[in-house]
Every structure is written in structure tokens, then in C-alpha cells.
């Protein structure tokens, strides 16, 4: 079966710039998390959604970043009006809702 | 708010000996997860083992095992037998809640292990 994928897994924007990353999770996983991690350091949590449930947003770092899910599968993350350091890996993960988070292979986003 | 501290930021160890990477953790939470996940060069996070607060044993996976002391609040993760393959950046993370609806996970900053021959 398919693990999590990631779109693109590259992307290379200029500063004041919009981009959406894209995550495609296991099929069947209820719960889906965006994570950040800025070069060297460990994972930020952004933003997690449950099923049918309000989404977690408390880790979204301003309102320059939301993000959405379409019911249980595809969630596209967006940050608007893009500065330098948004520049980092943002990953996705999910799980079954009592389960360990299967990571995607990350968008690497450098912002010029 | 929980927080995670991996002291180490890089190791070293010789192919086939063991090596224990350490980490702290500290929540006010009753109920807990801890969790060890691998990130090789290439970038992907590989989940490696998982342990309840709740726990009577400590967990075993393959060459990995977790050392966890409750009382102290460490989760350290010990593996055996050091392959070269086992050389990236590990990362120990705790979710707050042991059951019940997923949550997010807190990260630690992570201890490069470098396998030697």
C-alpha cells in the first residue's frame, strides 16, 4: 500500500509569494498532521485535523498559514504572502486515530 | 505543556557495539506516549518504537528497546548492535495523551549518530 505522499518536493518561491504544499495521507488514516522543521532542528507541530473534528491550529505560527482537509483524505497547506523564514521542510504525518504517525517525505519550501 | 530534551547532539559508536541515546521528558499529563522515530540523510521519518506511560515493561523492537524511567522521566533508546545503516538523526517525541483521540507530537532536538567501522 501507498505511504504518505507529499507535492512537490521541492519549491522554490520568492518572498511575498502565496504557495500551497500538498498532502496526500494513507488511505483509511483519520487523523492528519503538518509538521515544520527548520534546517537542523526538530519538528514543530502546525496544525492537526481528527476526522469530522475542529482542527488543532494552535501550532500555526501566524495567520499567513492555514490549512485545509477534505474530509478524511487530501490536505493542502498554505502560506501566504511568503518570508524568508517560512524556509524549512514542511512534513505531513498520519495515523489511525489510536495509532503511531506515518511521516511523508516533506516539501522542502526556500523562500528567496 | 510538555517538553522533550535530547542532550546529545551527536554520537559516535563502532559497528556491532551498543549505544543509548538519551532523553528527558517533562508533562503534567498523566497519560502519556513516548515515541523514537529515525531520520536518515534522505529526510523521511521512520517511527522506530512507542512507549505507554502506562507500560509495565519496557518496549522492544528488534535491535531497538526503550529504557524508560518513569520516576526520573527519561525515555532513553538503546540499540543494539550498531549497523552503518543506523547512522542519521534521531529524534525521541511525546504525545499527551496514552489513549483516546490522537494528538500532536513534541519533539526533541534530536542526537546525530554516526556508526563507525
Known amino acids: 500500500g501507498a505511504g504518505v505522499s507529499q507535492s512537490p518536493s521541492n519549491k522554490v518561491t520568492e518572498k511575498g509569494k502565496d504557495v500551497e504544499l500538498r498532502c496526500d495521507p494513507i488511505?483509511?488514516?483519520?487523523?492528519l498532521y503538518w509538521y515544520r522543521q527548520r534546517l537542523g532542528q526538530g519538528l514543530e507541530f502546525l496544525i492537526y485535523?481528527?476526522?469530522?473534528?475542529?482542527?488543532?491550529k494552535s501550532g500555526l505560527p501566524s495567520d499567513r498559514f492555514s490549512a485545509e482537509r477534505t474530509g478524511e483524505s487530501v490536505s493542502t497547506l498554505t502560506i501566504q504572502r511568503t518570508q524568508q523564514e517560512d524556509s524549512a521542510v514542511y512534513l505531513c504525518?498520519?495515523?489511525?486515530?489510536?495509532?503511531?504517525?506515518?511521516f511523508g517525505p516533506g516539501t522542502r519550501l526556500t523562500v528567496t | 505543556a510538555q517538553k522533550i530534551t535530547q542532550t546529545q547532539p551527536g554520537m559516535f559508536v563502532q559497528e556491532k557495539e551498543a549505544v543509548t541515546l538519551d532523553c528527558t521528558y517533562d508533562?503534567?499529563?498523566?497519560?502519556?506516549?513516548l515515541f523514537w522515530y529515525k531520520q536518515p540523510s534522505s529526510g523521511e521519518m521512520i517511527f522506530l518504537i512507542y512507549?505507554?506511560?502506562?507500560?509495565?515493561q519496557n518496549a522492544t523492537e528488534g535491535r531497538y528497546s526503550l529504557n524508560f524511567q518513569k520516576a526520573r522521566k527519561s525515555a532513553n533508546l538503546v540499540i543494539s548492535a550498531s549497523q552503518l545503516g543506523d547512522s542519521a538523526m534521531y529524534f525521541c517525541?511525546?504525545?499527551?495523551?496514552?489513549?483516546?483521540?490522537?494528538?500532536?507530537?513534541?519533539f526533541g532536538t534530536g542526537t546525530r549518530l554516526q556508526v563507525t567501522l
Open positions: 517525541a511525546m504525545r499527551a495523551k496514552n489513549t483516546g483521540t490522537a494528538s500532536k507530537l513534541t
Open positions: 504525518a498520519s495515523s489511525w486515530e489510536y495509532g503511531e504517525q506515518y
Open positions: 508533562t503534567s499529563d498523566p497519560s502519556y506516549g
Open positions: 512507549q505507554g506511560s502506562y507500560d509495565q
Open positions: 488511505s483509511g488514516h483519520t487523523a
Open positions: 485535523f481528527q476526522g469530522n473534528s475542529a482542527p488543532d
